[in-house]
């Protein structure tokens, strides 16, 4: 079965920087495109970013280019989220995904 574990995610001031992790399990993990996506309350799921199979420059939607930098290792299985000068509109839960699968989200708060 596909799974994906999101973990990293907390409360931090405006400013601030955390970095999550996605670990995938259940499936070729390097020969697919991964993709974070985030959903604040009482909103649909918003794409965040995506990362080709071998890694590289991820791509972004506008408001979290500059801020936001997202990797992956695949010996490890694992995808990565760095957020930094974190914002309080960037509160969400944020979840990883693949094709039509996705992973158990973990809660981002920015809040002074």
């Known amino acids: 079965d596909v799974q994906l574990q999101a973990s990293g995610g907390g409360e931090v001031q405006p400013g601030g920087s955390l970095r999550l992790s996605c670990a995938a399990s259940g499936f070729a993990f390097s020969d697919y495109t991964m993709s974070w996506f985030r959903q604040a309350p009482g909103e649909k799921p918003a794409w965040v970013s995506s990362i080709g199979r071998a890694g590289g420059a991820g791509i972004y939607t506008d408001s979290v280019k500059g801020r936001f930098t997202t990797s992956r290792d695949n010996a490890k299985n694992t995808l990565y989220l760095q957020m930094d000068s974190l914002k309080p509109e960037d509160t969400a839960a944020y979840y990883c995904?693949?094709?039509?699968?996705w992973g158990q989200g973990t809660q981002v708060t920015v809040s002074s």
């Open positions: 995904n693949v094709g039509t699968y």
